[in-house]
C-alpha cells in the first residue's frame, strides 16, 4: 500500500439504480460505491459494524435490520424491494472511521473473504500517534493473544510466541514540539483491535484510544486542540472485484472532526504530557516497551506451570489453598 495515490476511487461511482437501499443506512453513514454485488460505505466513529452478541439489532449499527452471527450478515428490508440479505465483509471497531465493506451476493461475500485470508485486499489507515515510530518505515511482527471478561475484549501482546499480527507502516510527518507523528499503517493481517495494540506495544500508541493509548495525553489533547475521538481512519482500500476481476481502489479523506484537531496541531508546539504507565496496562492490554522483562518473565512462569493461564490472581489462589491446608 506504500504505493497507493491519494485520489479517488477507479471503479464505478454509486449509480442511481436502487436507491431503497440507501434506506437501510444508518443516517451518519455514507455510500462511496455500489454495483450489483458489492457495497463499499464509509463509517463515521461511533458506529458500530455490527450488533454487539447476543443483540441482533442496535441503534448505532452499520445497517438497520437484524444481524444473523452465524452467515454474517444484516437482514434488511428495503423500500420498494423487499427483504434483502447484505453481508459484511469485514469490521472496523466502533471508534475506527473509515473505508469498509459489504456484498449483495452470497458469492461475491465468499470469494472477498477469501482473498481477505490469503491476504489479496490491501488496507491503509492513517494514524496519529504520540510520537514517530523508528525507524520512520518498517513492519511490526507481534504474537497478539485475546481474552474476554464481562463482555469486554482485551487483545494484548505475548512475547516469544508465533508471530500472527503483521502491520507495515511508514511515517508520513511530525509535528515540531509535540512529538507527535502522522502514520500510514498497513496491515497484512486482521486481528482484533491490532493496530491500536501493536502501536501501544511498540512506543506509540493511538491518540485518543482510551483502553490501549495514554489517557494523560488524550485529556491534554481533548482541551487543547478538540480531540475527542480515537485519531485513526480507514483512508484506503484496493482489491480485484470478487465477480469481474477488475481493480478496484477507493481513498476516503478524513472527516471534518480529525481534520479540524489535526489544523490546531499545527500552532500547538507544546510537548505532549504522557502517563509513565500507559493506561491500559491495568487492562492487561498494553504492556508498553519498558514492560516486556516482565511480560517474558511471566510468560516463562506460566510455561512452568505457575499461575496457567490466570497470571497473577491465580498464583494468589494458589497460595491460599495451601494456607487453608496448614490450618487443618
Not at 113 to 140: N, V
Not at 145 to 159: I, W
Not at 270 to 278: C, G, M, N, V, Y
Not at 305 to 328: E, F, H, P
Request: glycine content about 10%; overall charge positive.
Amino acid at each position: 500500500m506504500r504505493g497507493m495515490k491519494e485520489k479517488k476511487d477507479s471503479g464505478e461511482q454509486a449509480g442511481g439504480k436502487r436507491e431503497g437501499v440507501l434506506k437501510v443506512l444508518h443516517g451518519s453513514v455514507r455510500e462511496v460505491y455500489r454495483d450489483d454485488w458489492i457495497w463499499v460505505l464509509d463509517k463515521p466513529a461511533g458506529v458500530l459494524s455490527q450488533p454487539n452478541q447476543p443483540t441482533r439489532k442496535a441503534s448505532n449499527a452499520l445497517l438497520k435490520g437484524e444481524f444473523d452471527f452465524e452467515d454474517e450478515s444484516y437482514n434488511t428490508e428495503v423500500p420498494g424491494e423487499g427483504e434483502r440479505r447484505v453481508w459484511l465483509l469485514h469490521r472496523l471497531d466502533l471508534d475506527t472511521s473509515g473505508l469498509i465493506v459489504c456484498a449483495f451476493d452470497p458469492e461475491a461475500a465468499a470469494i472477498f473473504k477469501q482473498a481477505l485470508h490469503e491476504r489479496e485486499i490491501e488496507k491503509a489507515y492513517k494514524a496519529l500517534l504520540l510520537s514517530a515510530p523508528k525507524p520512520p518505515f518498517g513492519c511490526w511482527s507481534d504474537c497478539l493473544a485475546r481474552s474476554s471478561r464481562g463482555g469486554r475484549v482485551d487483545v494484548r501482546v505475548r512475547s516469544g510466541r508465533k508471530v500472527n499480527a503483521e502491520t507495515s507502516y511508514e511515517l508520513e510527518r511530525t509535528f515540531p514540539g509535540t512529538g507527535l507523528s502522522l502514520v500510514r499503517l498497513m496491515p497484512h493481517t486482521g486481528r482484533t483491535h491490532q493496530l491500536r495494540v501493536q502501536a501501544a506495544w511498540h512506543g506509540v500508541p493511538v491518540i485518543g484510544d482510551q483502553r490501549y493509548g495514554d489517557f494523560e495525553a488524550n485529556k491534554f489533547l481533548a482541551e487543547k486542540i478538540g480531540l475527542k475521538h480515537m485519531f485513526l481512519h480507514a483512508w484506503g482500500l484496493a482489491f480485484r472485484h470478487p465477480i469481474t476481476g477488475h481493480r478496484l481502489s477507493f481513498t476516503q479523506e478524513l472527516s471534518q472532526r480529525l481534520r479540524l484537531p489535526l489544523e490546531r496541531l499545527e500552532n500547538l508546539g507544546t510537548k505532549i504530557p504522557r502517563r509513565e504507565r500507559p493506561a491500559a496496562d491495568a487492562n492487561k492490554g498494553y504492556r508498553g516497551k519498558h514492560r516486556r522483562g516482565k511480560e517474558k518473565g511471566r510468560d516463562q512462569e506460566r510455561e512452568r506451570g505457575r499461575g496457567r493461564g490466570r497470571g497473577v490472581r491465580g498464583a494468589n489462589r494458589g497460595r491460599g489453598n495451601k494456607k487453608k491446608k496448614r490450618k487443618k
